[in-house]
């Protein structure tokens, strides 16, 4: 009969937890596939002298301590975290997590954010001795980068929580007193009153300073991991590398911009700059590559783009040239007509007449009546000049309009075609230039 065996110690007293097999013995943890591929039968006689490897040992203690602090079991996977750290006192994985583990037991009155900085710090330090300036360490230090910048959130909400319902509690213990006062009227002891109220602001204000200082300390953390990656900065890995890094430090830019020093700000924004020229030197790179193994394709791609610029030129010119057709055709619609410059001559007159109604004086009454007669004639005089030039400007517009119209429809028409070859020459470019990581 098949039974369970420890490939650690040899002990078959191995409990099932947490959906964990653990070793009674030595505290080995095994996945239930792990289990399976360990039954034997029988007895192994083992003879001679058995050097244990302790590598295998550390492995299954790493995956099986990832997979609790995947699960938010932080407590456990600290404790075997700490358990590889008794084995190999240098082994950099486990000491950044279990930093960020006990990093995620912070709470209002007890944080634990330094406990990642310390980790982090001395677990990249660690790598990059063991690892050098590779794509492994940096893409070890992205992900802690990624594991601390969680726990940065969550601490950020965790203060952000705690500063509202604090105030939320001390806006209704104010309301409780004022309605216990009206209450009690006249008998009220009011110093017992404002005891209360002040201690209640009291909690308020303590909460606004473990705010304070636990915001300080998380945008800490947060530029501690930063300033670190800053190490494998000079090696050229994939776009997808950089652009990952680029999108950390931004977010960590606009989460802190008030609180960080400018030096700090500085750092940060040249090295988002620095993804930036790197993003486009590793990405020109990699287009060049790939177009000297598809030049045929390119060629394709030229000769597209190209004959789309010919086509646009074309139509410009064509757009040009309607343009002044129109233009010439809407002044010649809007040139002065003959009854015009009749309509200005009689308004002339009216102005005339006008001021001298206005220099009559207050006794000339016969007299401004003689001028008014001759105002009002030459009013009718106006309205019916008006209505001639009227006429004059629609059978301008008659002349002219179609024309223009025609005009708009084909301006019309070759702004479309322009914008769909403008449009079948950038999917072109976009061809060309896209990643080719």
């Not at 940065?152 to 939320?168: F, R």
């Not at 830019?253 to 400018?262: G, P, Q, T």
């Not at 045929?296 to 789309?308: G, P, R, S, V, Y």
Request: with cysteine; proline share 1%; aromatic share 6%.
């Amino acid at each position: 009969m098949k039974r369970l065996t420890c490939e650690m110690c040899g002990s078959i007293d191995l409990i099932k937890k947490d959906g964990l097999f653990e070793c009674q013995n030595c505290g080995t943890k095994y996945s239930v596939e792990e289990a399976k591929k360990m039954m034997v039968e029988g007895v192994v006689e083992v003879q001679g002298t058995v050097k244990i490897d302790s590598s295998n040992k550390i492995d299954n203690l790493l995956k099986n301590a990832k997979i609790l602090y995947q699960d938010g079991k932080t407590g456990e996977a600290y404790n075997l975290f700490g358990e590889v750290l008794n084995i190999d006192t240098e082994n950099y994985i486990a000491i950044a997590y279990r930093g960020l583990s006990s990093a995620w037991t912070t709470s209002v009155t007890e944080p634990k954010q330094l406990d990642a900085v310390r980790g982090v710090a001395r677990s990249l330090e660690l790598a990059l001795k063991k690892l050098g300036n590779s794509k492994e360490y940096l893409d070890f230090s992205l992900e802690i980068g990624e594991e601390i910048d969680k726990i940065g959130s969550a601490c950020l909400k965790l203060y952000i929580d705690y500063y509202t319902n604090a105030s939320n509690a001390y806006v209704e213990r104010i309301k409780e007193l004022t309605s216990s006062m009206k209450k009690a009227g006249i008998y009220a002891d009011v110093n017992f009153y404002k005891r209360q109220e002040q201690q209640a602001l009291a909690k308020v204000n303590q909460a606004e300073k473990n705010c304070k200082e636990g915001t300080e300390l998380t945008i800490a953390s947060l530029n501690t991991v930063l300033i670190k990656i800053l190490l494998a900065k000079d090696v050229i890995y994939s776009v997808k590398d950089y652009k990952k890094m680029r999108s950390m430090i931004e977010t960590y830019l606009k989460k802190s911009v008030s609180l960080i020093s400018k030096d700090q700000l500085n750092k940060g924004t040249a090295l988002m700059l620095f993804c930036d020229k790197k993003i486009k030197e590793h990405g020109d790179k990699k287009r060049e590559e790939y177009w000297q193994e598809h030049q045929a394709e390119k060629q394709e791609l030229d000769k597209q783009i190209q004959e789309c610029e010919q086509k646009l030129e074309k139509l410009k010119n064509y757009q040009s040239q309607f343009e002044q057709e129109k233009t010439a055709l809407e002044q010649k619609m809007n040139t002065k007509v003959p009854a015009e410059e009749d309509l200005e001559k009689i308004e002339n007159k009216l102005e005339k007449l006008q001021e001298e109604k206005n220099s009559l004086g207050l006794f000339k009454g016969k007299e401004k009546k003689i001028v008014q007669e001759k105002i009002d004639g030459v009013n009718q005089e106006l309205e019916a000049i008006k209505k001639e030039v009227q006429q004059e400007k629609e059978e301008l517009k008659k002349q002219y309009m179609p024309n223009i119209e025609e005009i708009t429809e084909k301006l019309s028409k070759i702004e479309k075609e322009a914008e769909r070859i403008t449009q079948e020459k950038e999917q072109a470019e976009n061809e060309l230039n896209k990643d080719r990581d």
